[in-house]
């Protein structure tokens, strides 16, 4: 895995252990390795480095840590390019990076279950054979901080800490790297999980209309759309219940007469019934008739696990956050938010909702030594600044949300830009039917919608820790690249 490693002049052993606890502003650390991808041996370079965000008097004010990934002995420019991002806000991107795209992936078993020891090894299945990748540490996440003046204060959090403002300022910093790199002829690709979904969204409209930067595609991996999640009203609870009866098929908690049927079997008429019924009959609050309320708690129950009393006790509306404390409480389990296949145990059998993220604390345990040995080991990045899996970017300004729509705009200005949405059947989180229905609602005309792909794996939120589905959604995103880095004229 690991070469030579190869320390520009831009850094110095002082600068990196100095007794000032602060990373440095603008510097890279350039190694070389190897790695096995789909059976052929390919060279990259690695540069761990940081980048300064200005304010606009061209004055420093943060710096972003970044780690990019691009083939040796290759025509960098007209190379495909892939700038990656994670969500929270306020979360690092490590999760894509060492377990997904990368040239490394995590050491845990076929599931994605932690492993001791902990580690990283070689990742068979990355993307780099097909595009360089950066991956990106928004301002407060892994090693990127705000800068302070000369005055020693910082710079005013509202110009990070928003949807608005997070676009805004790292597509500046996005076209300062590209031109940095000599990236400008290179089809370009923007990947975001999670809030990394919304992020990428507003990204490709800001970078198109502002920047002047034309994408080649938008991936979204398990995306957040705060669209649904902000409303109380019943469009976003009727879309949890596909979700409902993949984690009860999962936990074989569903009646005989459908747990009997692979899952693919049964979702169909679980989003049908959900569209064309559910979504209605919630629609109609406490005027629906005592008939028609007994009939939809009958199938919510069928379809969900669910008692049909504790659907009606919830108005036919039930929180996922009881969904994940009821399902197995009999048992003595509750299951995960990101990832249902996931148990936990709380303190109590009674409650609402469960104690933790049992999936969360799995995955803390595999990433955090991981990417914290791999940094400095292996890239050779040594800094005594921790590494924020997760930041303080709080509060954060969720005002003035039209993502979904600038990706719409995105798609309509560019005939190249093309979107793949990648979600995991038991995500009760980011839920792969709102993804569906965020896409659906994002091209109402439906004029774009053969430009709009949609996958779907047996796992979770980040469906990529499972072995098989890393394989297949790798070779998703692989085909999808080759797809939309068509040469060649696009016109309507």
Sequence with gaps: MKNIFLLLATISTSLLFSQVKKIPLDTMVVTNHNVVIKGQSLSYQATAGTQPVWNSKGEPIATLFYTYYKKSNSDKEKRPIIFSFNGGPGSASVWMHIAYTGPIVLNIDDEGYPVQP??????PNSILDVAD????????????RMIEDKDGKLPDRKTFFGINADISYLAEWMNTFVTRNNRWESPKYLIGESYGGPRVMGLSNELQNNQWMYLNGVILVSPADYKIYSTDQPIYS??????????????KALPASLQQKDLLEILPEVETYTINNLMPALAKGGFISSEEREQVAEKMSLYSGLDKKAILDHNLNVPTSFFWKELLRDEGYTIGRLDSRYLGIDKMTAGNSPDYNSELTSWLHSFTPAINYYLREELNFKTDIKYNMFGDVHPWDR????????LRQAMAQNPYLKVLVQSGYYDGATTYFAAKYTVGQMDPSGKMKDRIYFKAYRSGHMMYLRDED???STDD????IKDSAAKGAAKY
């Design 470 to 472: 890393l394989k297949t």
């Design 399 to 406: 005002q003035n949300d039209y993502t979904r729509d600038g």
């Design 477 to 480: 995103i692989r085909q999808f």
């Design 118 to 123: 902990y580690g990283v090894k070689d990742n």
């Design 238 to 251: 009727a879309l949890n219940l596909p979700y409902f009866t993949a984690a009860a098929w999962h936990q």
């Design 133 to 144: 990748i950066v991956f990106i540490d928004p301002v407060n996440t892994g090693y990127s």
